[in-house]
């Protein structure tokens, strides 16, 4: 089993900035060994079957990177090998942007996928808030 921890939500005004953190750890775990993810869920999407929204990842080997078009280019997904860490820098925040936002790991054996989709996550934390508002 990992264990992931977020960090670094909070209240920000739109447009301004937050740069998310998530520590991986477990036993001989590596960040070259899995695919990273980063998803949120928004207030009420559950009543809409929307449970969690992809937002972007990054596969084992770094090759491969996804963001959502829905961020519209303001969010960033990074890796610090030395710290084990990965990271989601967030740029001209927007209102919509508000939720709950988790960062996520899939198994080994899929490490060199990078995905939207929520079910191919199997490690997750417990989530930091971020509220936009003015």
């Known amino acids: 089993q990992l264990t992931l921890v977020e960090s670094g939500g909070g209240l920000v005004q739109p447009g301004g900035s937050l740069r998310l953190s998530c520590v991986v750890s477990g036993s001989g775990v590596t960040l070259r060994s899995y695919a990273l993810g980063w998803l949120r869920q928004a207030p009420g999407k559950e009543h809409e079957g929307k449970v969690h929204?992809?937002?972007?990842?990054?596969?084992?080997?770094?090759?491969?990177?996804y963001h959502t078009d829905a961020l519209e280019g303001r969010f960033a997904i990074s890796r610090d090998f030395a710290k084990n860490t990965v990271y989601l820098q967030m740029n001209s925040l927007k209102p919509e942007d508000t939720g709950t936002y988790y960062c996520a790991s899939t198994l080994r054996q899929y490490g060199s996928l990078c995905s939207s989709e929520s079910g191919l996550y199997v490690y997750w934390g417990q989530g930091t808030q971020v509220t936009v508002s003015a």
């Open positions: 929204e992809g937002i972007s990842c990054i596969s084992a080997t770094g090759k491969k990177i």
